[in-house]
Nanobody
Framework: QVQLVESGGDLVQPGGSLRLSCAASGITFNIYIMGWYRQAPGKQRELVAVIDSGSKTTYADSVKGRFTISRDNAKNTVWLQMNKLNAEDTAVYYC?????????????WGQGTQVTVSS
């Protein structure tokens, strides 16, 4: 059974920092592309950052220079360090694990963790 368990969401003031964690089980973690997505009220889910099996990273323009995604394959964990948070970062953040097979793909999601940026 695949599980992605996020933690670290909280209420934080503008300009503050948070670190989200996602612990994975039930997958061969090191071969998966791991990502963080977010969904704000009334908006579609959007990509925040991804890190591939070789630790190459990609970020949404809105978070470049403020957020950092990292992974530890020995711990089956991916993190999202978020700095200089602002109100537009308020959303539910979801962890994603993706693996492209010859035919089809594996695509797993966590339950989400709430990040609220407010004074």
């Amino acid at each position: 059974q695949v599980q992605l368990v996020e933690s670290g969401g909280d209420l934080v003031q503008p300009g503050g920092s948070l670190r989200l964690s996602c612990a994975a089980s039930g997958i061969t973690f090191n071969i998966y592309i791991m990502g963080w997505y977010r969904q704000a009220p009334g908006k579609q889910r959007e990509l925040v950052a991804v890190i591939d099996s070789g630790s190459k990273t990609t970020y949404a323009d809105s978070v470049k220079g403020r957020f950092t995604i990292s992974r530890d394959n020995a711990k089956n964990t991916v993190w999202l360090q978020m700095n200089k948070l602002n109100a537009e970062d308020t959303a539910v953040y979801y962890c994603n694990a993706k693996y492209y097979r010859l035919y089809g793909e594996d695509d797993f999601w966590g339950q989400g963790t709430q990040v609220t940026v407010s004074s």
